[in-house]
Protein backbone atom coordinates (compact mmCIF):
# COMPACT_ATOMS: atom_id res chain seq x y z
CA UNK A 1 0.00 0.00 0.00
CA UNK A 2 1.39 3.20 -0.85
CA UNK A 3 0.90 5.97 1.15
CA UNK A 4 0.76 9.80 -0.38
CA UNK A 5 0.93 13.09 1.20
CA UNK A 6 0.18 16.24 -0.23
CA UNK A 7 1.08 19.71 1.05
CA UNK A 8 1.25 23.23 0.03
CA UNK A 9 -2.41 24.55 -1.21
CA UNK A 10 -3.88 27.76 0.01
CA UNK A 11 -5.46 31.43 -1.17
CA UNK A 12 -3.78 32.87 -3.78
CA UNK A 13 -4.50 36.17 -5.50
CA UNK A 14 -5.00 35.60 -9.28
CA UNK A 15 -1.82 36.23 -11.38
CA UNK A 16 0.09 34.64 -7.75
CA UNK A 17 1.99 31.47 -7.75
CA UNK A 18 1.64 28.34 -5.15
CA UNK A 19 3.83 24.96 -4.58
CA UNK A 20 2.33 21.64 -3.90
CA UNK A 21 4.25 18.71 -2.71
CA UNK A 22 3.56 14.78 -2.33
CA UNK A 23 5.49 12.48 -0.49
CA UNK A 24 4.91 8.98 -1.47
CA UNK A 25 5.72 5.78 0.58
CA UNK A 26 7.76 4.32 -1.85
CA UNK A 27 8.32 5.30 -5.31
CA UNK A 28 6.08 3.83 -8.36
CA UNK A 29 5.87 4.31 -11.80
CA UNK A 30 3.61 6.92 -12.14
CA UNK A 31 2.49 10.32 -10.27
CA UNK A 32 -0.13 12.39 -10.86
CA UNK A 33 -2.24 15.65 -9.83
CA UNK A 34 -5.67 15.84 -10.38
CA UNK A 35 -8.10 18.38 -9.61
CA UNK A 36 -12.11 18.85 -8.68
CA UNK A 37 -14.26 22.19 -8.26
CA UNK A 38 -17.32 22.06 -6.96
CA UNK A 39 -19.75 20.40 -9.02
CA UNK A 40 -17.08 19.52 -11.60
CA UNK A 41 -15.49 15.92 -12.15
CA UNK A 42 -12.20 15.62 -11.08
CA UNK A 43 -10.00 16.30 -13.82
CA UNK A 44 -6.56 15.33 -14.57
CA UNK A 45 -3.78 18.37 -14.28
CA UNK A 46 -0.61 16.46 -14.87
CA UNK A 47 1.32 13.48 -14.51
CA UNK A 48 5.28 12.16 -14.19
CA UNK A 49 7.22 8.66 -14.57
CA UNK A 50 9.57 8.04 -12.02
CA UNK A 51 11.66 6.52 -14.52
CA UNK A 52 13.06 8.85 -17.04
CA UNK A 53 10.69 11.91 -15.73
CA UNK A 54 8.67 12.23 -18.51
CA UNK A 55 5.97 14.88 -17.85
CA UNK A 56 2.40 15.45 -19.30
CA UNK A 57 -0.08 18.42 -18.93
CA UNK A 58 -3.67 19.29 -19.86
CA UNK A 59 -4.13 21.93 -21.88
CA UNK A 60 -5.52 24.35 -19.52
CA UNK A 61 -2.50 24.18 -17.60
CA UNK A 62 0.59 23.71 -19.99
CA UNK A 63 3.11 26.77 -19.88
CA UNK A 64 1.78 27.66 -16.40
CA UNK A 65 1.84 24.84 -14.24
CA UNK A 66 5.11 22.45 -13.80
CA UNK A 67 5.48 18.89 -12.68
CA UNK A 68 8.57 18.00 -11.18
CA UNK A 69 10.47 14.73 -8.63
CA UNK A 70 12.77 14.68 -6.14
CA UNK A 71 13.99 11.06 -6.54
CA UNK A 72 15.59 10.62 -3.39
CA UNK A 73 12.52 11.97 -1.22
CA UNK A 74 10.39 10.14 -3.57
CA UNK A 75 8.15 13.33 -3.51
CA UNK A 76 6.77 15.07 -6.44
CA UNK A 77 5.43 18.82 -6.83
CA UNK A 78 3.06 21.22 -8.53
CA UNK A 79 4.82 24.11 -9.30
CA UNK A 80 1.56 26.17 -10.50
CA UNK A 81 2.32 29.81 -11.72
CA UNK A 82 -0.31 32.32 -13.36
CA UNK A 83 -3.01 31.17 -11.50
CA UNK A 84 -6.77 31.99 -11.94
CA UNK A 85 -9.59 31.72 -10.61
CA UNK A 86 -10.78 28.68 -12.87
CA UNK A 87 -7.87 26.88 -11.06
CA UNK A 88 -9.77 27.05 -7.38
CA UNK A 89 -10.23 23.30 -6.55
CA UNK A 90 -9.07 20.61 -4.03
CA UNK A 91 -5.77 19.36 -6.12
CA UNK A 92 -5.54 15.32 -5.72
CA UNK A 93 -2.26 13.65 -5.71
CA UNK A 94 -2.37 9.76 -7.25
CA UNK A 95 0.06 7.38 -8.02
CA UNK A 96 0.02 4.31 -10.61
CA UNK A 97 1.83 1.48 -11.60
CA UNK A 98 2.44 0.02 -15.67
CA UNK A 99 0.56 2.70 -16.67
CA UNK A 100 0.69 3.48 -20.58
CA UNK A 101 1.04 6.68 -22.13
CA UNK A 102 -2.44 7.43 -22.95
CA UNK A 103 -3.78 5.99 -19.75
CA UNK A 104 -1.93 8.94 -17.64
CA UNK A 105 -4.88 11.33 -17.97
CA UNK A 106 -7.87 8.75 -16.42
CA UNK A 107 -7.96 8.94 -12.64
CA UNK A 108 -9.28 5.19 -12.90
CA UNK A 109 -6.25 4.14 -13.48
CA UNK A 110 -4.69 5.36 -10.28
CA UNK A 111 -4.23 3.02 -7.66
CA UNK A 112 -3.98 5.42 -4.70
CA UNK A 113 -4.66 8.69 -4.33
CA UNK A 114 -3.65 11.45 -1.18
CA UNK A 115 -6.51 13.23 1.16
CA UNK A 116 -6.40 16.40 -1.45
CA UNK A 117 -5.40 20.18 -0.66
CA UNK A 118 -7.52 23.08 -1.11
CA UNK A 119 -6.15 25.71 -3.75
CA UNK A 120 -8.43 28.84 -3.81
CA UNK A 121 -8.04 31.45 -6.62
CA UNK A 122 -9.69 34.82 -5.68
CA UNK A 123 -9.88 37.58 -8.35
Known amino acids: QVELAESGGGLVQAGGSLRLSCAASERIDAMAWFRQAPGKEREFVAA????????YYADSVKGRFTISRDNPKNTVFLQMNSLKPDDTAVYYCAAGNRLIQSSLGSASQYNYWGQGTQVTVSS
Open 48 to 55: IRWRGGST
